[in-house]
């Protein structure tokens, strides 16, 4: 990341690059980050920072069991550039050694969400109750109830004491590794990866919830959830499927070096091929990579391949072409990545660009082929490591079709 290249604008008003100045230092350490985001509300996470044997600065940013490595760190005088890793979103601001203000970037939306960061707070909410409800346990929820909007989702949560670990899983995928507390019958969680900053806040009883979510300064919407140990969301594999009049999935779209890649390919004939709807932008997209990764890395089967098509946010060709080199450096992505489409991940118009589908409900979305180039399953969504139990059944039933489709 070269800060002098024009990508960071905010930062060139805060300082000049070559103007560098004196160097201030951080304290190394833990800090507590807060986001500014609607209804007074503020939306922490933690973060960690030291310094390597090089002398530069490291960082992790904590959500729960997750700890997201971030070593793309400028520091130019007192001021400060935190890209996240794979995700385009960055913090930029003007720092003491105990405090960091400045404004979270998401440059292809046009999203800026103010923050302040304090040295030394490890406590993510502050609470002033001891917790008077214990939300242990499956929960029935729904978001934008009543509405056209309206969609389901499945809490899972463990508390301990005041402290409260879990996720929301919906149709589409889940709501990450979401850390908080119960403040009397106040449920307060949140989540932070660099791509999304997600806030739950709730009235809870012993059997109910009514609350509010919030996504970044931009999105919020109301949700409500009842305890229900025998619910389960529709099945992800019946949601998404070929239109009557198409036979197979067809495509033709460009690599990051310009080259055409098709299915009709030489290279994915009599193969098992599994086809990734996927976005750089997207966390559980991120989450369906790395697996895939580590998948082909342990299960290395010249009848097996992979492509990923990227729908795009960032405005221009050339910038989705970088965001999905970056993923593919920081990853180790050996299968071809395709640019789809840039400029918007709106499904409705990545449906254009596959009229074979019913319809793109979710990013990712994982489509099975055998041999025959005939669709054998669509997976809509996916259950990343937050969901515990279901991603260890995803890896069981996905290992499960890709051997028998090998061995057929």
Same mark, same amino acid.
């Given at each position: 990341m070269r800060l002098?290249?024009?990508?960071?604008?905010?930062?060139?008003? =805060?300082?000049?690059?070559?103007?560098? &100045?004196?160097?201030?230092?951080?304290?190394? !350490?833990?800090?507590?980050?807060?986001?500014k985001v609607m209804d007074s509300q503020v939306l922490p996470f933690n973060l960690n920072v030291s310094?390597?044997?090089?002398?530069? /600065? %490291?960082?992790?940013?904590?959500?729960?069991?997750? %700890?997201?490595?971030?070593?793309e760190i400028e520091i130019i005088g007192d001021s400060i550039v935190i890209q996240t890793p794979v995700f385009e979103g960055y913090l930029v601001g003007k720092f003491s050694e105990r405090e960091i203000t400045g404004q979270f970037v998401k440059e292809s939306l046009d999203r800026i969400v103010?923050?302040? +960061? @304090?040295?030394? @707070?490890?406590? #993510?909410? %502050?609470?002033?109750?001891?917790? +008077?409800?214990?939300?242990? !346990? $499956?929960?029935?929820?729904?978001?934008?109830?009543?509405?056209?909007? +309206? /969609?389901? &989702?499945?809490?899972?949560?463990?508390q301990d004491d005041n402290q409260v670990t879990g996720t929301f899983r919906t149709t589409t995928g889940d709501y990450r590794y979401l850390e908080g507390v119960m403040d009397g019958d106040s449920l307060k969680l949140s989540a932070f990866d660099g791509a999304h900053a997600f806030l739950f806040t709730a009235k809870v009883t012993d059997s109910s919830m009514n609350g509010v979510f919030y996504s970044g300064n931009h999105f919020k919407e109301p949700f409500t959830a009842s305890r229900n140990d025998g619910?389960?969301?529709?099945?992800?594999?019946?949601? %998404?499927?070929?239109?009557? !009049? /198409?036979?197979?999935? +067809?495509?033709?779209?460009?690599?990051?070096?310009?080259? =055409?890649?098709?299915?009709?390919?030489?290279?994915? #004939?009599?193969?098992?091929?599994? @086809?990734? $709807?996927? !976005?750089?932008?997207?966390?559980?997209? $991120?989450?369906?990579?790395?697996? $895939?990764?580590d998948y082909l890395k342990e299960n290395d089967n010249k009848d097996l391949k992979v492509i990923g098509l990227a729908f795009e946010s960032a405005k221009t060709k050339e910038k989705s072409i970088k965001g999905m080199e970056r993923l593919k450096e920081r990853i180790g992505i050996s299968y071809p990545m395709l640019l789809a489409q840039f400029g918007t991940y709106d499904k409705s118009e990545a449906q254009k660009k596959l009229p074979m589908l019913n319809h793109v409900l979710s990013y990712p979305t994982t489509i099975f082929m055998d041999k025959k180039g005939e669709v054998r399953k669509i997976h809509t969504g996916f259950n990343g490591p937050a969901t515990g139990n279901k991603f260890i059944e995803f890896k069981r039933d996905f290992d499960q079709l890709v051997t028998e489709l090998i061995n057929e």
């Open positions: 002098c290249s024009g990508i960071l604008a905010i930062f060139m008003l =805060l300082v000049s690059c070559n103007e560098k &100045g004196q160097e201030h230092n951080l304290a190394e !350490g833990i800090w507590r980050v807060e986001l310094k390597n044997v090089a002398g530069k /600065y %490291t960082m992790q940013i904590i959500n729960a069991a997750e %700890t997201i490595e971030v070593d103010p923050f302040k +960061a @304090v040295y030394g @707070v490890e406590e #993510r909410f %502050t609470t002033n109750n001891p917790s +008077a409800k214990n939300i242990s !346990g $499956l929960w029935e929820a729904y978001f934008s109830p009543d509405t056209d909007d +309206a /969609y389901i &989702g499945k809490g899972i949560f463990l619910f389960e969301l529709p099945n992800p594999d019946s949601l %998404t499927y070929i239109n009557e !009049g /198409y036979e197979k999935l +067809a495509f033709a779209f460009p690599d990051t070096d310009g080259n =055409l890649i098709s299915l009709e390919d030489e290279v994915f #004939r009599n193969k098992v091929v599994i @086809v990734q $709807l996927m !976005g750089t932008w997207c966390p559980n997209c $991120l989450d369906e990579t790395k697996f $895939l990764v």
